[in-house]
């Protein structure tokens, strides 16, 4: 696999149609005043789905076939409101991190899309966290990707590079018709 894969219609109509029933349930939930990335859930590999999210997540699994060391995915709903960026960053575990200090990433990072994103694309860059924490390898990005937010898109892509979510200045307000808050769930 490369760095960077794209999956277009990734999930059965079907299976799309319940997740989006789904998160759309959840609404706002949390996002006043815990942010939308402070909860997170573990399926390990091998165990039955329990609902929708982890039966959408084994399908989304054989596509990416992270190998024998993938023990299980960390999956959780991310979700910003229209305009808004999240900063640029890896993915990584932030309890091993506070606890040792250790920075470790996940082997693949991956986004679901469960909706038009027009006003801020993911943008996947060729940088690298450097050991020291703090730095970027290359200091400066050769290469990147942007990602359009496309429904039931997925993007997979090596779990260290540095990612995240830029507003498009232009847009200022939504477009006639678009609902103020539209999710992203990131699967990771």
């Known amino acids: 696999m490369d760095k960077i894969n794209l999956f277009k219609d990734a999930l059965p109509k079907a299976h799309f149609r319940r997740l989006g ?15 939308s990335y402070n909860t997170t859930f573990w399926f390990p590999i ?7 999210v982890e039966e959408c997540i084994s399908k989304l699994h054989a596509l990416v076939r992270p190998g024998p060391n993938c023990i299980g995915m960390e999956w959780w709903l991310g979700r910003l409101k229209f305009g808004e960026g999240l900063a640029l960053h890896t993915d990584r575990d932030r309890s091993l991190r506070h606890q040792t200090g250790e920075i470790v990433h996940p082997l ?5 899309y469960l909706n038009r994103f027009p006003s801020s694309p993911t943008i996947v860059l060729d940088q690298v966290l450097s050991s020291d ?44 018709g678009f609902k103020k808050t539209r999710c992203l769930p990131n699967y990771a």
């Open 108 to 112: 693949w990072s991956s986004i679901l």
């Open 21 to 35: 029933r789904a998160v759309h349930a959840v609404g706002t939930e949390r996002m006043e005043n815990m942010g």
């Open 133 to 176: 924490g703090k730095s970027w390898i290359p200091p400066v990005a050769k290469t990147g990707r942007s990602l359009d937010a496309v429904p039931n898109h997925y993007v997979a892509f090596r779990g260290d590079l540095r990612h995240g979510v830029v507003a498009n200045e232009r847009a200022k307000k939504p477009p006639t």
């Open 46 to 52: 091998g165990v039955n789905p329990t609902n929708i």
